[in-house]
């Protein structure tokens, strides 16, 4: 017969397999709430890049349907760039202040819709207006993405998170050019283009139905006595802020050369066939895409994210000096570039945790509305140095300034690690 101590100790045992039972079905119920959360952003990051490639592989079917210059149709991508990239910054503003689910289903929305409509375009003049209109709904993606995986997926996932974030974008540069062609080639540009806007619609339609998942509270307006927010002009203007800036802004100019001219410069001066260039890029991307994802699952294990980033642009650096330098490697063209694509690809987690870091306590929209413009003005600026280089005759050049980019990028990791730390010692002091 139990004694009433045997009796407490049964009691006890119960008590806490009960507690154990309850805790796993929170962590249980958090990982399907927080894999719920990365598919939804996944799924609207995939569709923003889907939507920006939908025209650039059709431009030899316009110039000649329309009868316009490849000039002409390239000031399609040129508007639409630059008012996404002047966008971009308001749109982080926007999501302090009224919240990021409502406004990536509005951008989502308003993207798709432009592209469906560049479908009906009966003539060229038609057509422009509607990218900087575009451009505007692409604008939300970035400060609006990451302000809700911030907010809405566990810390001991961040990582893989901003991992999948990543690669679903890569997926979707990598899916547009066949997806859009094959629409195209069966039937014709008008259609094409009108399919994947209904595509993005009926994305944007999930999105809105799933708005509750996705809401977070908004930032507390600070109670009477209280500090006031800061001021957008002195939040951006802090030196944490500025080297992130930094860091994507060279990072971004150097992909963009890798990605545009990387091909031309292996064939006129190494002597690859162009289906070895071609090759050496598709390596590139590849690798990068493999290196996103190892990069999420290093981000969460580890606490020194800035010693992660600079280690891979580092090696990323060095591996174009390289190339730069020792036409020999030619021969070794292929896995160079896809330890470089992965060197560059693991650091991208491991970098939005830092910023997310340095956005503590401020903003998390506008930081990384800001930094992330950073990528537009990389993206703008470098074919006009590549294509310069390229047309002097100097196709080694290419490599040097992709290297010395990636190596110029790599101190300003540990000036936002330093920034991060000394703006937290005074609160640690109080």
């Known amino acids: 017969m139990p004694t009433a101590g045997a009796a407490v100790m049964i009691d006890w045992r119960r008590a806490i397999k009960g507690l154990q039972s309850m805790a796993a079905l929170a962590e249980s119920q958090r990982g399907e709430r927080d894999v719920a959360v990365i598919s939804l952003v996944g799924i609207a990051h995939y569709m923003s890049h889907v939507l920006q490639l939908a025209l650039p592989p059709l431009f030899p079917i316009l110039h000649a349907g329309f009868g316009v210059s490849f000039t002409e149709l390239g000031a399609f991508v040129t508007l639409f760039y630059l008012a996404s990239g002047l966008g971009q910054t308001a749109a982080g503003v926007l999501v302090d202040r009224y919240g990021a689910p409502r ?13 469906a409509l560049a479908g009906l375009a009966g003539s060229y003049w038609m057509l422009l207006p509607l990218a900087p209109i575009a451009g505007l709904g692409n604008s939300i993606f970035h400060p609006a993405d990451l302000s809700i995986l911030s907010h809405r997926v566990s810390e001991r996932r961040l990582g893989r ?14 899916t547009s050019p066949v997806l859009v062609t094959l629409l195209a080639a069966y039937a014709n540009w008008h259609v094409a283009l009108g399919a994947v806007g209904l595509i993005g619609l009926a994305a944007a339609a999930v999105i809105f139905a799933r708005l509750p998942l996705l809401d ?4 507390a307006s600070p109670a009477a006595g209280a500090a006031r927010r800061t001021p957008y002009l002195q939040l951006i203007g802090q030196p944490v802020v500025l080297m992130a800036f930094g860091y994507f802004a060279m990072t971004s100019f150097a992909g963009s050369g890798m990605q545009t001219f990387s091909i031309a410069a292996l064939t006129s001066g190494y002597g690859l066939a162009l289906h070895a260039a071609t090759l050496a890029l598709t390596g590139y991307l590849i690798g990068s895409a493999l290196g996103m994802v190892a990069g999420g699952f290093l981000a969460d294990h580890t606490q ?10 580092a090696f990323a650096a060095l591996l174009m000096l390289s190339i730069a330098v020792l036409p020999a490697v030619a021969a070794f063209m292929l896995p160079i570039t896809i330890m470089a694509g992965m060197a560059n690809g693991a650091t991208g987690p491991s970098r939005d945790v830092l910023v997310r870091r340095a956005a503590a306590g401020v903003g998390t929209g ?4 800001f930094v992330y413009s950073g990528f537009d003005l ?5 074919p006009l140095l590549f294509g310069v280089l390229l047309d002097h005759g100097a196709p080694h050049a290419i490599f040097l300034a992709i290297g ?3 190596a110029l990028a790599a101190p300003t990791v540990m000036q936002v690690r330093q920034r991060i730390a000394a703006r937290a010692q005074p609160t640690a002091a109080e």
Do not use: K, W
């Open 378 to 382: 990389g993206s703008s600026t470098a």
């Open 304 to 313: 020194r994210h800035d010693r992660v980033a600079m280690t891979g642009i």
């Open 103 to 115: 406004l990536l289903a509005a951008g989502l929305t308003l993207l798709s819709g432009s592209i």
């Open 161 to 174: 998170a901003y991992a999948v974030h990543g690669l679903s974008g890569s997926l979707g540069y990598a």
């Open 404 to 406: 010395l980019s990636f």
């Open 216 to 219: 977070y509270p908004p930032a």
């Open 366 to 369: 506008s930081v990384f509305g």
